[in-house]
């Protein structure tokens, strides 16, 4: 089971900028929110840290009711494990993650689920805005390159695509040998299609292949650089 924020950390992610998720607090404290994946420093100078797409659910409320003050230092919850079998980076404990497909025991779908995922993509695009150079929110940023799987199954998910699920069809994204790619499987040609439109509108570079021992197609996406 995940552990949400501490009370602590709870206090110092409502305090954010509620447009830029700019965050004030001691280093440890930032520190905490960072190893969580609830924050990020900025590479350039003054270094300062911003919420994440996690980090703007949860200030949002869309999250549960934090841990009672007292309960473990900040930011010593345990790290979360990614589904089995999925070669997904795995998210931190008590955040968000998208669907990547083939989960054992996925969330349920709904309402609910929609506004997560809206109020997630909506959070890396701010996230985009703050940290590419230009500003630009048509291309991936830092934090997409670092967590290559659960971006694009974050894009995949929020544009309406139907991740696989134990008892049905739809999309797996998966890790690669290659850098800075990722793989997604879908049931069909046109499921993988509109998978690879969806990846490009989103600032990806998509490319189809065949598996070699079953010719399988699938496609591989690298975010873009420009």
């Keep these: 089971m995940t552990r949400p924020p501490t009370a602590a950390q709870r206090r110092v ?31 350039r100078p003054p270094h300062e840290h911003f919420l994440t797409p996690e980090g703007h659910r949860i200030r949002q409320g869309i999250t549960g009711a934090p841990e009672p003050a007292g309960s473990g230092p900040a930011g010593s919850g345990p790290a979360g494990s990614g ?18 497909g083939g989960e054992p025991d996925p969330p349920r779908s709904g ?16 996230l985009r805005r ?3 150079p230009d500003g630009a929110v048509d291309r991936p940023c830092g934090w997409e390159r670092a967590h290559l799987v659960r971006a ?10 139907r991740p696989a699920g134990p008892d049905e069809e739809g999309y797996r994204v998966r890790e690669t040998p290659q850098p800075e790619a990722v793989a997604v499987h879908g049931p069909d040609g046109e499921a993988l299609r509109a998978c690879a439109a969806t990846l490009e509108e989103a600032g990806w570079q998509v490319s189809e292949h065949r ?11 690298s975010p873009r650089r420009a």
């Design 13 to 43: 992610i409502d305090a954010a900028d509620p447009v830029t998720g700019r965050l004030r607090g001691t280093e440890a404290q930032l520190a905490a929110l960072v190893k969580r994946g609830l924050a990020f420093r900025h590479p």
């Design 83 to 100: 589904p089995a079998g999925s070669g997904a980076d795995p998210a931190p404990a008590g955040v968000f993650a998208a669907r990547t």
């Design 111 to 126: 309402p609910a689920r929609r506004r997560e995922v809206h109020s997630a993509w909506q959070g890396l695009l701010e």
């Design 211 to 221: 598996e070699p021992r079953t010719g399988n197609r699938y496609l591989l996406a």
């Design 152 to 161: 694009a199954a974050l894009a995949l998910e929020a544009a309406g695509h």
């Design 130 to 132: 703050m940290t590419n």
